[in-house]
Nanobody
Framework: QVQLVESGGGLVQAGGSLRLSCAASGRTFSSYAMGWFRQAPGKEREFVAAISRSGGNTYSGDSVKGRFTISRDNAKNTVYLQMNSLKPEDTAVYYC?????????????????????WGQGTQVTVSS
């Protein structure tokens, strides 16, 4: 498994921006597709974005398309989520996730779906 630690959450006004980071342990980070999810109080966990092992393919949930961008730096074992034009409904705990096993994801068939390692989460609060 991959150990993941998120950072960068906080309180921001509507219309503002935040960048989340997720640092991964180990030397095999580039072997895993990665994703971001979020969960608001009383709601189910929601897919936010995902990225292929190389970073050449990215995927976004409908609610964040055009506002959030996922990227990764394999040399730094880190995946990012740039969040722009934030809305109060983006308020949630944001979680970073790695595929359950290395080299599972095939970008030709769509986004990764089988995540097996999760971070502890970072709170994002957007005030109106």
């Amino acid at each position: 498994q991959v150990q993941l630690v998120e950072s960068g959450g906080g309180l921001v006004q509507a219309g503002g921006s935040l960048r989340l980071s997720c640092a991964a342990s180990g030397r095999t980070f580039s072997s895993y597709a990665m994703g971001w999810f979020r969960q608001a109080p009383g709601k189910e966990r929601e897919f936010v974005a995902a990225i292929s092992r190389s970073g050449g393919n990215t995927y976004s949930g409908d609610s964040v398309k055009g506002r959030f961008t996922i990227s990764r730096d394999n040399a730094k074992n880190t995946v990012y989520l740039q969040m722009n034009s934030l809305k109060p409904e983006d308020t949630a705990v944001y979680y970073c996730a790695a595929e359950r096993l290395p080299f599972m994801h095939d970008p030709r068939v769509g986004p990764p779906t089988d995540f097996g390692s999760w971070g502890q989460g970072t709170q994002v609060t957007v005030s109106s």
